[in-house]
């Protein structure tokens, strides 16, 4: 079982970026599904999770207007599309699949998202 990032580069700001991710070997519509982030020097912080009823949850306040996170159990796919990106959103975008129930969790191994003129 696994997921995999893509979508993260370097964009400037006030750009946007949309970034996938894509989970094989398990399944996929019973997993509460979240991205987060980790600056460097940083602690990981949630972004933001849709559970497998597309309940949505936001991390920080700054971010639930600009990101929004979206599922497609059919492609087994979450799509975190970002706008408005700043500097400080700079970091590694992790994709996680849980089902805490029964202990699953599985990480990804990341994608770089830099926001710089």
């Known amino acids: 079982a696994q997921v995999v990032e893509s979508g993260g580069g370097l964009v400037q700001p006030g750009g946007s970026l949309r970034l996938s991710c894509i989970g094989s070997?398990?399944?996929?519509?019973?997993?509460?599904i979240s991205w987060y982030r980790q600056a460097p020097g940083k602690e990981r912080e949630l972004v933001a999770s849709?559970?497998?009823?597309?309940?949505?949850?936001n991390g920080a306040d700054s971010l639930k207007d600009r990101f929004t996170i979206s599922r497609d159990d059919a492609k087994r796919t979450v799509h975190l599309q970002m706008n408005s990106l700043q500097p400080e959103d700079t970091a590694v975008y992790y994709c996680?699949?849980?089902?805490?129930?029964?202990?699953?969790?599985?990480w990804g191994q990341g994608t770089q998202v830099t926001v710089s003129s």
């Open positions: 996680n699949a849980r089902w805490s129930q029964y202990g699953y969790d599985y």
């Open positions: 070997g398990f399944t996929f519509g019973r997993f509460t």
């Open positions: 849709v559970d497998s009823a597309g309940r949505r949850t």
